[in-house]
């Protein structure tokens, strides 16, 4: 199903879409705020983006040197190449420990590897504990954004979920009731976990320990309390020097959230006595995206999430309308080098107007290489018939200089007097739930031909 | 037995040097990495100041205090803690005793944890905690209420400079705690108490 289909279905209600626009642009406003107040921000996305270049030109020497840091401080590292490889390597973890409860705090790689279901189906419970995540994980639905894997679902949706899950009692969607509640059952999964599985913010190769990021502290609760402590990571998150999460760590919450740092930063280099520390480096696609020249820089990505929040597309079709593990502006670069045919529609789900490049906090070209996979896929995928069909028209009208006045003329002619059934029609998608401006007289050509006159 | 065991080992290894492999023919050229000029960042700003005003923003409460007020600061804000835990000899409220070897699932109700912090850092009022400071690494996260002392002197401008002062330590494991712990997840609506700490209080000496 393309973007736009989807799309359409998440604007069946106008109040929720309305409402989701304003609340991620609320957001963004809080990350212009907040980077506004750093002498030297756009310095600093100058480094994060030169240090993010330098470790793709070097990724191999820097995996090296990180994992046998990592071994000298007793961490165990492992490597695999695709998402079967790391979930059953994950698994063969678990059986190690004989675990039979997991909890997991945010982990994109993961839900990229489909590794809940895979784990459920061996009979291991799996709980993720971030409290964005718990509930779509309850609503059994993806996340519907990086950052805020909730933000699709209303308090009253939430309050509902809830009664039916936790017990809780209807509450009209009263948020602080709603935490508290979550608190209490979370904390019950945190004391009972055998092992406890976390993402990777940042992976130092002169140290060989990994940074992760919370606000709730739930990594934490889950590492520290059960047995043995797994962390999966793609290859693009080593960094080379343990200094220069000086520069991402500045970068990183100001561009998701407005915070001028999540609440909590945590370093992990050992695992603490009588204690397993296990490692995940995987591939899954990031080496073949390395290899695009033109799409390599979407690897500097720190899942920040600022694009989707100032995406004018993105806020206004939702997380879900993408299909992809990572929705956005970010994932509709990233999604068309896993499976060009499956998600040929991203790459259109943008006016280019280059917003997402523009807040990135390791400058990547986002709207640019938007632009070049749309040349890739038209090339490579059959377009729809009214698009090539009105294209082709407007390649030959705007390559001859006659035609276009004329067209331009008909066009105002039609649009003043035509019935409303001719302009307004599934031909005319920029008529779709509103109307076109008013016609003038005047063309631009002729305005700008009476001006010069007029001197 | 022995020969499964040895094919699995195989495939790991497969794995990393399949991914080497595919990583050194497909890297582009050897770009620089940048020096990081911290000129760039330099302010000329009341360094307390500035970290009490971010540690507020970020939902903690601050106060300024002399080291023999500590205890009665403390008492003044949570006067009704029973289990409390102290790993600092600057407090004496602590009535609960723990050592690095205590299981961290006995701390499950304790109601305050009094800790020092290592590091402030008055751009985003986060301060730097290991595990000595905590003793047992749960502790800072599992107690319901976080009381930690830091002195004045420790703050630094930013994270580049705070960086600079940890770079010598010994790594097992450290945090910045930046605030209480706290979730926007519903409706974007800001509760202060999600997993961690429930409050911070910071008692600057």
Same mark, same amino acid.
């Not at chain 1, 289909?5 to 929720?16: G, H, R």
């Not at chain 1, 998608?429 to 007029?454: H, M, Q, S, T, V």
């Not at chain 2, 991914?19 to 990495?33: A, D, R, Y």
């Not at chain 2, 000129?39 to 300024?64: C, H, M, R, Y």
């Given at each position: ?94 059986e190690k420990h004989k675990a039979k409860k997991v909890v997991k705090s945010k982990s994109m790689l993961t839900e990229e590897c489909h590794l809940n279901p895979f784990l459920e189906a061996k009979g291991i419970e799996v709980v993720d504990t971030d409290l964005g995540e718990r509930i779509v994980q309850l609503a059994e639905e993806p996340p519907s954004h990086i950052v805020l894997p909730a933000i699709h679902k209303t308090k009253e949706d939430v309050d509902v979920l809830f009664q039916k899950h936790l017990g809780t009692k209807p509450s009209k969607g009263n948020p602080e009731y709603l935490v508290g509640e979550a608190r209490k059952h979370l904390r019950d999964k945190f004391l009972n976990a055998d092992v406890a599985i976390t993402g990777v913010n940042f992976a130092v190769a002169d140290t060989g ?30 960094? !080379? ?44 696609? $990031? ?15 720190? $899942? ?9 597309? #993105? $806020? ?10 990572? !929705? ?42 938007? #632009?070049?996979? $749309? ?8 377009? !729809? ?18 035609? #276009? ?31 076109? !401006? ?18 | ?154 703050? *630094? ?31 974007? *609506? ?16």
């Open positions: 199903m393309s973007h736009a289909t989807k799309a359409t279905e998440f604007n069946k209600d106008e109040s929720k879409v309305n409402w989701h626009d304003k609340a991620l642009w609320y957001v963004r406003e809080k990350r212009d705020k907040s980077a506004h107040n750093v002498e030297g921000w756009e310095y600093l996305r100058q480094l994060g983006s030169e240090i993010k270049a330098n470790v793709l030109s070097n990724l191999d020497e820097y995996l090296v040197q990180f994992e046998s840091n990592a071994q000298k401080n007793g961490i165990h590292v492992h490597w695999a190449s695709n998402a079967k490889e790391h979930n059953t390597i994950i698994n063969s973890i678990l320990g990994v940074v992760v990021c919370t606000n709730e502290g739930n990594a934490d609760m889950g590492v520290h309390l059960a047995k043995a402590h797994i962390a999966c990571m793609g290859i693009e998150k080593v960094i !080379p020097k343990e200094k220069h999460l000086g520069v991402f760590l500045r970068l990183l919450a100001r561009s998701a959230t407005g915070q001028p740092i999540t609440t909590y930063s945590s370093h992990f280099n050992k695992a603490e006595d009588g204690k397993e520390m296990h490692i995940v480096i995987v591939d899954n696609g $990031r080496t073949e995206q390395l290899s695009r020249e033109d799409f390599r820089a979407s690897l500097h990505c720190i $899942r920040c999430g600022a694009c989707m929040n100032t995406c004018p597309i #993105y $806020r206004r079709s939702g997380g879900h309308s993408y299909d992809y593990t990572i !929705p956005g502006p970010i994932g509709s670069i990233l999604s068309p080098g896993k499976d060009l045919k499956k998600y040929s529609s991203l790459p259109f789900a943008s006016t280019l107007c280059g917003s997402c490049s523009n807040v990135c906090p390791v400058k990547i070209n986002i709207h640019e290489q938007l #632009y070049k996979w $749309r040349q890739i896929i038209v090339k490579e995928e059959k377009q !729809p018939i009214v698009k090539t069909s009105i294209l082709k028209t407007a390649g030959l009208v705007l390559s001859k200089p006659k035609l #276009y006045k004329m067209a331009g003329k008909s066009a105002r002619f039609a649009l003043k007097y035509a019935p409303r059934f001719m302009i307004y029609n599934k031909l005319n998608a920029w008529g779709k739930a509103r109307d076109l !401006p008013e016609i003038k007289n005047e063309n631009f050509d002729d305005w700008y031909k009476k001006r010069n006159k007029n001197g | 037995m022995k020969i499964l065991m040895i094919g699995i080992k195989k495939e790991t290894k497969m794995g990393r040097e399949a991914i080497l492999k595919s990583v050194k023919e497909n890297k582009p050229e050897l770009l620089p990495l940048p020096e990081i000029d911290t000129s760039a960042f330099q302010e000329d700003i009341d360094l307390v100041k500035t970290f009490k005003n971010n540690l507020v923003l970020v939902g903690g409460q601050i106060f300024e205090i002399s080291t023999d007020g500590i205890d009665s600061k403390i008492m003044e804000h949570y006067p009704d803690k029973s289990s409390i835990v102290s790993t600092t000899t600057k407090s004496n409220l602590g009535n609960v005793i723990i050592n690095k070897d205590t299981n961290p699932h006995t701390l499950e109700h304790i109601d305050l944890a009094i800790i020092e912090g290592e590091l402030g850092v008055s751009e985003n009022g986060a301060i730097w905690i290991t595990a000595s400071n905590s003793l047992v690494r749960a502790l800072p996260f599992i107690t319901n209420d976080l009381v930690i002392i830091l002195e004045k002197r420790n703050i *630094c401008l930013h994270m580049l400079e705070a960086y600079d002062s940890i770079s010598k330590r010994d790594r097992d494991f450290g945090v910045f705690i930046s605030g209480p712990s706290k979730t926007a997840d519903i409706e974007q *609506c800001l509760v202060v108490g999600a997993h961690g700490a429930m409050s911070l209080t910071v008692l600057l000496v």
